[in-house]
């Protein structure tokens, strides 16, 4: 079945570690996105990639990092920089984001991080 | 700044009431105003509204977007303890980018 899987759902830190969600799609599409879900908050951009082995920083890009080796792979590292790194991560993908329009995005379930 | 606000946070109603959503925004160059709805985990695609006056239905769920007072409105009809979830509105603007509302957490009463 095609989707996005993330992995692990549940992950616990404890405080200056670096850690990494992965995010893996099996749609071939072009576009990938990591959000942040606060409660009471909208989701927040972190990072999208539009094509392999690019990737552009979204409004809260600092204290993340990503790669984007394969098209099917979009992994982040929470870095030890971030300073209230607990939330929940959203990956997702769409068929090609300088098409324009994304109705077409599909999320994956989630990894709910938390900092010990 | 590029904002998107919705209104209320949450809403209690019971089984069978029709309830409305609002999302207003201030985006620049916008593109399109989309509805999600979430349950447990992953937002799943409502609506994606491009025109103004132009009501998207999809059963008992309906949405029309006002491109000149800078808002949309979810409406749902006859609800039911399903309908239950918080729904976010997103508006697309430059750079093909999503600017998300907060959501509003609506809850079914039986």
């Known amino acids: 079945d095609g989707g996005i899987t993330q992995s692990p759902k549940y992950l616990f830190r404890k405080e200056g570690q670096n850690v990494t969600l992965s995010c893996e799609q099996n749609?071939?599409?072009?576009?990938m996105y990591w959000y942040r879900q606060d409660p009471g908050q909208g989701l927040r951009l972190i990072y999208y990639?539009?094509?392999?082995?690019?990737?552009q920083k979204g409004d809260i890009a600092e204290g993340y990092s990503v790669s984007r080796e394969k098209k099917e792979s979009f992994p982040l590292t929470v870095t030890s920089a971030q300073k209230n790194p607990t939330a929940f991560y959203l990956c997702?993908?769409?068929?090609?984001?300088?098409?324009?329009?994304?109705?077409?995005?599909?999320f994956g379930p989630g990894t709910r991080l938390t900092v010990l | 700044e590029d904002k998107v606000v919705q209104s209320p946070l949450s809403l209690v109603v019971h089984e069978g009431d029709t309830v409305t959503l609002n999302c207003s925004y201030e985006?620049?160059?916008?593109?399109?105003l989309l509805w999600y709805k979430q349950e447990k985990k992953a937002p799943t695609f409502l609506f994606m509204l491009t025109s103004s006056g132009i009501e998207k239905k999809s059963g008992r769920l309906s949405s029309i977007l006002d491109k000149k007072e800078l808002f949309s409105i979810l409406n749902i009809t006859a609800t039911q303890t399903g309908d239950s979830a918080v729904y976010l509105c997103a508006v697309e603007g430059s750079n093909y980018q999503l600017i998300w509302g907060a959501g509003t957490k609506l809850i079914i009463k039986p």
């Open positions: 749609l071939n599409h072009d576009a």
């Open positions: 990639s539009q094509i392999v082995n690019d990737f």
């Open positions: 997702a993908s769409s068929p090609a984001a300088l098409a324009g329009g994304v109705d077409t995005q599909y």
């Open positions: 985006v620049t160059n916008f593109r399109s």
